[in-house]
């Protein structure tokens, strides 16, 4: 189980401070984006009334979660918000389901990922708030119904990105380190490729679907 926690980094010198990258995450980060960028080409590509397999399955999945944007925002705002909740949910499912390949990791099991997805949600649902009730309005949803209630609705925006974070986080770092556990255990034989299955494709696919209808509810929450 050494290879638990292991962590392969570039050190780069920064005026004066030492800046650590995770050389795994950003590889397995670029995977996910060239994976990405295939799919869309193979799905674009010689579009037709009759479409092939691939753009079958582009369009199920733009299609499906444009709805769910739509139900939780109104029309003109889903245009502007949906492209965006279907690139994090593709981005995130296929990250999840990066594990389940040899030799290759999930670099959602680095809390940078989805912290960093996190804020990014919290920004966008803000700025969008802002757009839609003004600033004047924005400051005072935070000064009710009392004023003296301001460091408990603050801290319950900063709650937001914490749980959403920490919750993708956890489970597929959870999941890595009992399929791990259980291979060490029974030397790797016919239960360990069930549970990467499991936690690679199921979980992945409930915990990407999860992170994103999370994100945009708060986007809906800040805008209403």
Not at 74 to 101: M, R, T
Request: net charge neutral.
């Amino acid at each position: 189980m050494d290879e638990l926690g292991k962590i392969y980094q570039l050190i780069v010198p920064f005026m004066g401070h030492d800046l650590a990258f995770n050389i795994e995450v950003i590889a397995m980060t670029w995977i996910v984006i060239a994976f990405l960028v295939i799919f869309a080409f193979l799905a674009t590509r010689n579009r037709g009334v009759v479409p092939n397999k691939v753009q079958v399955i582009g369009e199920f999945l733009v299609t499906q979660l444009y709805a769910l944007t739509e139900d939780a925002l109104d029309e003109e705002l889903a245009k502007k918000v949906a492209p965006l909740i279907c690139a994090l949910f593709l981005f995130l499912a296929l990250s999840n389901y990066l594990g389940v390949i040899p030799f290759l990791e999930e670099p959602t099991k680095d809390l940078n990922v989805p912290l960093s997805l996190g804020i990014l949600g919290f920004v966008l649902a803000h700025f969008f708030g802002i757009r839609a009730k003004g600033f004047k309005a924005y400051v005072k949803g935070y000064l009710e119904p009392f004023f003296i209630l301001l460091p408990l609705n603050l801290i319950g925006e900063i709650a937001k990105v914490v749980s959403i974070s920490f919750r993708l986080f956890g489970n597929i770092m959870g999941g890595s380190i009992i399929i791990l556990v259980v291979s060490h255990l029974v030397y790797s034989l016919v239960l360990p490729p069930f549970l990467n299955l499991f936690f690679g494709l199921f979980v992945g696919t409930i915990q990407a679907f999860v992170f994103t209808m999370l994100t945009t509810v708060y986007i809906s929450v800040q805008v209403k």
